[in-house]
């Protein structure tokens, strides 16, 4: 599916009313419905610009496609002094493809002028342009929040009267009304867009307002937003007569290997993923309405809707019912339970089971059933044709889906060095992961990849032998087997050596401080990861100190570590989950501890004195 068209990266200013700090002065927004099949859009924006990070917003894009055209452009400049150094209209502007990954043919295209570099900073650039609307489908997001400050923005809506709409946002921005036909928005005096680590998507949604049209067409299609059902209904109305197939074309699909009903879908999951490719061809129409399953076939291509589509036609001619998902990627943003709109950009199916109910993701070359690839994890999404709620949520899986595992023996030297033996299993969405990067790479390649894993905890690795198990077997776990040496493994200081046993990727955490944090964390999908490691000491090395053991236990996940001496061995246990994907900004306090308290116990190091 095509993301909505983004239509701003501009910004603007005059010197007279300059501050020492790049700033949007003022941003007008526009949009005027005409008629259920047209509106316009205008926006006016001025910027003054004093840094760079103002000056990139002179880089101007304005998003067009088959549905939205652009009417008129009209972009100046005024250096220091306000003296006007050029004037561009839309003849001046750039007309490129703007298709996403994977999109060989799409009708989405950008006019882009980059104006940074006319003047010498400051410079103040000033901005119109005016959109022409073929459906209310597509009516405009307010983003009015920038990367550098803004003075004051508005947006105003006017309509006729017989057409309605809805509107919403977190803030609960309340709207001024002429009591006629016009309402206008406004907010003044925003800070840039928070910039801290690993921010939810949605943070960006702060200041925002979202609208959609009570009532809509799409080329002969009409559609209603006023429930989520009535979405769910506009899909099937696009896709119902695209599932059909002749059995013929699929006469090389064999199920006499599949025993259970999961089997069988298996199999034809397996099937779609080897005949067919994710390439999209969303012109007109089909940017939302899937291509035939019978398309599809013959072509033995297709984008996210397509595949799914024909993954879901085979499943119901074998008696599987399963559904379309419309769904907006994790990191996309969120789509809000309470207010019913469209801003979905992919698809996938849904297949329920008795015990079960799989989300499958048929863009994934090496995706399974059994796997919700991260970015579809904890997402709200509308299940097309279900019957009951239509509004469900997809499941964020659990630790041991995403899990590493490594088992190793290290031989420490009294100078320092060591040897290493080991193997490292990666399952679920690990091993995909990991088995997405090392198919299809040269040997060099693969063993560059295995030394990177090490690159922290044993620096200067040198790799003797090393062998990937299970590259082509997608069903079961990766493996790794290696063996090498490490030349300065031990840290030295005077007669002791310091050896950090957390291998082979260290526990990290870069996020700010509690005091610091004002926006909720995004921590990823749930992980597992385990290290099992025995160290076997040459004579003349004496254990002086060992990391504690620790055992921790919270909502956030675990941590457990264990020192056991066997004889002339060390043998280290390493074990820890992190089990939530959103920590909250009331409980990120206790979060931060948290991995805090992991990061300190996996860098504590064994102590050893040389006699």
């Known amino acids: 599916m095509l993301l909505r068209f983004l239509t701003l990266l501009l910004l603007f200013t005059l010197p007279q009313y300059a501050a020492d700090r790049s700033e949007v002065l003022e941003s007008r927004e526009t949009f005027t419905v005409k008629s259920i099949s047209q509106a316009e859009y205008k926006v006016y924006k001025k910027v003054y610009i004093t840094d760079e990070s103002g000056k990139d917003q002179a880089r101007i894009r304005i998003g067009t496609g088959e549905y939205v055209e652009l009417k008129s452009v009209s972009a100046k400049i005024f250096d220091r002094k306000g003296k006007k150094k050029g004037r561009y209209k839309k003849k001046d502007f750039y007309e490129l493809k703007s298709s996403g990954y994977g999109i060989i043919g799409s009708d989405a295209k950008s006019y882009t002028l980059d104006l940074s570099s006319v003047t010498s900073l400051p410079f103040t650039l000033e901005l119109e342009f005016t959109q022409v609307y073929h459906s209310l489908f597509f009516w405009p997001a307010w983003y009015p929040q920038e990367s550098i400050p803004v003075k004051e923005a508005s947006y105003t809506v006017v309509t006729p009267p017989d057409i309605q709409y809805h509107h919403y946002s977190l803030r609960e921005i309340e709207g001024v009304s002429d009591g006629k036909k016009s309402t206008t928005w406004t907010q003044s005096n925003l800070e840039p867009w928070p910039d801290e680590i690993a921010m939810p998507r949605e943070v960006y949604d702060g200041h925002a307002l979202f609208f959609t049209s009570d009532k809509y067409k799409l080329d002969d299609y009409s559609g209603s ?138 863009t994934m070359d090496d995706g399974r059933i059994d796997i919700i690839p991260s970015s579809d994890q904890g997402c709200n999404v509308v299940v097309v044709g279900i019957d009951g709620p239509v509004m469900l949520q997809t499941p964020i899986q659990r630790p041991e889906s995403n899990a590493t595992d490594f088992t190793g023996e290290v031989s420490i030297n009294r100078n320092g060095s060591a040897s290493l033996k080991g193997q490292l299993i990666f399952r679920g969405q690990a091993s995909m992961q990991v088995r997405s990067v090392f198919q299809g790479a040269i040997l060099a390649d693969q063993r560059e990849g295995i030394l990177s894993l090490f690159g922290e905890s044993a620096p200067g690795l040198e790799l003797d032998t090393f062998s990937v198990s299970n590259l082509d077997d997608k069903y079961a776990p990766l493996a790794i087997h290696l063996e090498g040496t490490i030349p300065r493994f031990a840290a030295k200081t005077g007669n002791r050596l310091f050896v950090y046993p957390g291998l082979p990727l260290k526990e990290k955490w870069y996020g700010e401080h509690p005091s610091r944090r004002k926006q909720s964390f995004f921590a990823g999908v749930p992980s597992l990861n385990t290290s099992d490691v025995t160290f076997l000491i040459s004579d003349g090395l004496e254990l002086e100190s060992r990391p504690m053991d620790v055992d921790l236990e919270t909502e956030f996940g675990t941590i457990h570590q264990t020192v056991k001496i066997e004889g002339q061995n060390i043998r280290y246990n390493w074990h820890a989950t992190d089990a939530k994907m959103r920590i909250e900004i009331e409980d990120y306090p206790a979060y931060y501890n948290f991995r805090l308290k992991a990061k300190q116990a996996h860098a504590a190091p064994l102590v050893f004195k040389q006699r």
Not at 275 to 280: C, D, E, F, I, L
Request: aromatic fraction near 12%; charged fraction near 20%.
């Open 225 to 362: 937003s006023d429930s989520w059902k009535s979405i769910a209904d506009f899909y099937h109305e696009l896709s119902k007569t695209q599932y059909h197939l002749d059995p013929a074309l699929i006469s090389d699909l064999d199920l006499q290997s599949a025993a259970t009903q999961r089997d069988t879908i298996q199999v034809i999951y397996d099937y779609v993923q080897r005949s067919t490719r994710y390439v999209g061809m969303e012109l007109g129409i089909h940017g939302w309405k899937p291509h035939s399953s019978q398309w599809v076939c013959e072509n033995k291509y297709g984008d996210c809707k397509d595949l799914a589509t024909f993954f879901i036609s085979i499943l119901r001619m074998n008696n599987i019912e399963a559904y379309p998902v419309l769904i907006l990627t994790r990191t996309a943003g969120m789509i809000y339970q309470e207010f019913p709109d469209d801003r979905f950009n992919h698809l996938i199916a849904c297949v329920p089971l008795d015990d079960d109910t799989l989300w499958v993701d048929c």
